[in-house]
């Protein structure tokens, strides 16, 4: 059974730098066919998909989110960590981490996501 747990402070100040980390167990995240990725939830809003590693390591992201997101990887700690930039007060939410099959856009694992808050 994989798990996946978010970790990460809970409330950022307003033009810092989000960072988060999914924590991996019951699976590798280098195990051929699967990407790890981020998506979040603002209040009152759906899901919105942020970005991913694969695998292999390639990243990708939501064209609206590409200039502010960066995602990678320690593979000795089976972790992938989202850091999201210049946040302002749009960018608060719950995020989950998730695992995806490469090539299929739903996610079968998630974790049970965290809240954040940006404050001014």
């Known amino acids: 059974q994989v798990q996946l747990q978010e970790s990460g402070p809970g409330l950022v100040k307003l033009s810092q730098t989000l960072s988060l980390t999914c924590t991996v167990s019951?699976?590798?995240?280098?195990?051929?066919?699967?990407?790890w990725g981020w998506i979040r939830q603002p209040p009152g809003k759906g899901l919105e998909w942020m970005g991913g590693i694969t695998y292999s390591g390639s990243t990708y992201y939501m064209p609206s989110l590409k200039s502010r997101t960066s995602v990678s990887r320690d593979t000795s700690k089976n972790q992938f960590t989202l850091q999201l930039s210049s946040v302002t007060p749009e960018d608060t939410g719950v995020y989950y981490c998730?695992?995806?099959?490469?090539?299929?856009?739903?996610?079968?694992?998630w974790g049970q996501g965290t809240q954040v808050t940006v404050s001014s």
């Open positions: 998730a695992r995806g099959v490469v090539g299929r856009d739903d996610q079968d694992y």
């Open positions: 019951g699976g590798s995240i280098t195990t051929n066919g699967y990407y």
